[in-house]
């Protein structure tokens, strides 16, 4: 079964710094997708950025960019120019890409509390 | 257009009633999640519907938990005999048909509701 672990429970940045948020994961398989969703206060899970594994450019999306490292099974998320709304839970979730019954889900980290200070 | 919706926002009941959490997807998403969001195990899979195939229950934590889709598109989650340990966030997401087979290019996102909040006691 797969896992995903992030070992920051909670991090802090000063509004307008940057901040890597990290991640890594274990899976035997070689065709899967890696994604960050953002989950403030009002419980909904936004998607911030999703990652092909067979791709190997990293994605990008605006302030938001993650160091994908297939061999060493880590996916961390850099916030550049932090602002006070990206203050949230983050959770890093793997979903694999088989077709077959079961491998749909997504599979979450226990998530980082990120804390932007003014 | 209208996101995932799921009603109640939030649930207080007591322990040993019966509970049912409401989710309405994005329309035309043909699948369907249900995940439970609790401060000792994080964020779990519960239940997989896809279409007119049978869901993927596997991640329902007993026999008082079972779920279903009406028509293919909105599901209610039901909880029989609540326990303590039954309190959690139930999250409910949708996506749009996976595979080449739709027509559509895969799409792997999953458009999350709000989640109910339920509090037993």
């Known amino acids: 079964a797969q896992t995903v672990t992030q070992s920051q429970p909670e991090m802090s940045v000063q509004e307008a710094e940057t901040v890597t948020l990290s991640c890594t994961y274990d899976?035997?398989?070689?065709?899967?997708?890696l994604f960050w969703y953002k989950q403030p206060p009002s419980r909904q899970m936004i998607l911030v950025i999703r990652?092909?594994?067979?791709?190997?450019q990293n994605a990008t999306e605006n302030r938001f960019s993650v160091n994908f490292q297939k061999a060493a099974k880590s996916f961390s998320l850099k916030i550049s120019d932090s602002q006070l709304g990206d203050a949230a839970m983050y959770f890093c979730?793997?979903?694999?890409?088989?077709?077959?019954?079961?491998?749909?889900?997504?599979?979450f980290g226990q998530g980082t509390r990120l804390t932007i200070n003014p | 257009g209208a996101g995932v919706s799921q009603s109640p926002s939030n649930k207080v009941t007591e322990k040993g009633k019966d509970v049912e959490l409401r989710c309405d997807p994005i329309?035309?998403?043909?699948?369907l999640y249900w995940y439970r969001q609790s401060l000792g195990q994080g964020l779990e899979f519960l239940i997989y519907?896809?279409?007119?195939?049978?869901?993927?229950k596997s991640g329902l934590p007993s026999d008082r938990f079972s779920a279903e889709r009406t028509g293919g598109s909105v599901s209610t989650l039901t909880i029989q005999r609540t326990q303590q340990e039954d309190s959690a966030v139930y999250l409910c997401?949708?996506?749009?048909?996976?595979?080449?087979?739709?027509?559509?290019?895969?799409?792997?996102?999953?458009?999350f509701g709000p989640g109910t909040r339920l509090t037993v006691t």
């Open positions: 997401a949708s996506s749009p048909r996976q595979g080449a087979s739709s027509g559509i290019p895969v799409s792997y996102e999953q458009y």
């Open positions: 899976t035997s398989e070689s065709d899967y997708y």
């Open positions: 990652q092909e594994a067979y791709k190997q």
């Open positions: 979730a793997y979903r694999s890409a088989s077709g077959i019954q079961g491998a749909q889900k997504l599979v």
């Open positions: 329309s035309g998403h043909t699948a």
């Open positions: 519907f896809q279409g007119n195939s049978a869901p993927d």
